[in-house]
């Protein structure tokens, strides 16, 4: 199965690409991966312990890198914008919902921190990019791609983010850059620990 990075290098066609265009192309290569997962596969890679590839997941792991749809149905009233397609690392999962750090909330360039933390078997994250997340709300019938080690410094500089505001019932874009200037001069309040992975 092809992952959502080598499905968005062939789309990319060696071509310069604009934000708009790796947003839209995110998302295709998300749902266009997470279509290529059949039942059958997933339920193998539930039950065996992989690091070196992209997988599909029915859940998420703790400790793992992992992107998803997401709509935010019961806070998207309250919250200023919210990320319909999170970078996240899961942090603690509980029944109905889990914790995870979104690295689409900081700047590329403040995420690699992270990155480098975690290869090292530590979590070194902004404390503000933590949220929770409802399992309910997680789209395309609850599937996770889970990010290989290998994939994760090209996951970390693709602007797949996609933020929306609510107004009513539409959801419009909301620009990265505001996020990132908003969470950016945050991050030096951090969450520190030992990365666990199950």
């Given at each position: 199965?092809?992952?959502?990075?080598?499905?968005?290098?062939?789309?990319?066609?060696?071509?310069?690409?604009?934000?708009?265009?790796?947003?839209?192309?995110?998302?295709?290569?998300m749902r266009s991966a997470l279509a290529d997962g059949a039942k059958d596969a997933i339920i193998t890679n539930e039950t065996v312990n992989?690091?070196?590839?992209?997988?599909?997941?029915?859940?998420?792991?703790?400790?793992?890198?992992?992107?998803f749809e997401y709509n935010a149905?019961?806070?998207k009233q309250v919250l200023p914008y919210y990320d319909q397609l999170p970078l996240t690392l899961v942090l603690?999962?509980?029944?109905?919902?889990?914790?995870?750090?979104?690295?689409?909330?900081?700047?590329?360039?403040?995420?690699?921190k992270t990155i480098e933390a975690l290869l090292k078997g530590k979590i070194d994250i902004p404390r503000k990019i933590i949220h929770k997340y409802l399992k309910r709300d997680v789209k395309n019938g609850g599937l996770f791609?889970?990010?290989?080690?290998?994939?994760?410094?090209?996951?970390?500089?693709?602007?797949t983010e996609q933020f929306v505001a609510a107004v009513g019932k539409i959801e419009i874009p909301y620009q990265?850059?505001?996020?990132?200037?908003h969470y950016d001069p945050l991050t030096k309040y951090r969450f520190k620990a030992k990365?666990?992975?199950n």
């Open positions: 199965m092809e992952s959502v990075f080598e499905k968005l290098e062939k789309a990319q066609a060696g071509e310069d690409r604009s934000p708009a265009w790796w947003r839209q192309a995110g998302k295709v290569a992989r690091d070196d590839d992209n997988e599909v997941s029915f859940y998420p792991k703790r400790g793992k890198l992992m992107m149905r019961v806070s603690e999962v509980k029944t109905d919902h889990f914790w995870g750090a979104n690295l689409h909330y900081i700047s590329p360039k403040k995420r690699l791609v889970d990010i290989a080690e290998s994939d994760w410094d090209s996951a970390i500089y693709l602007p990265s850059k505001k996020v990132w200037n990365r666990k992975v």
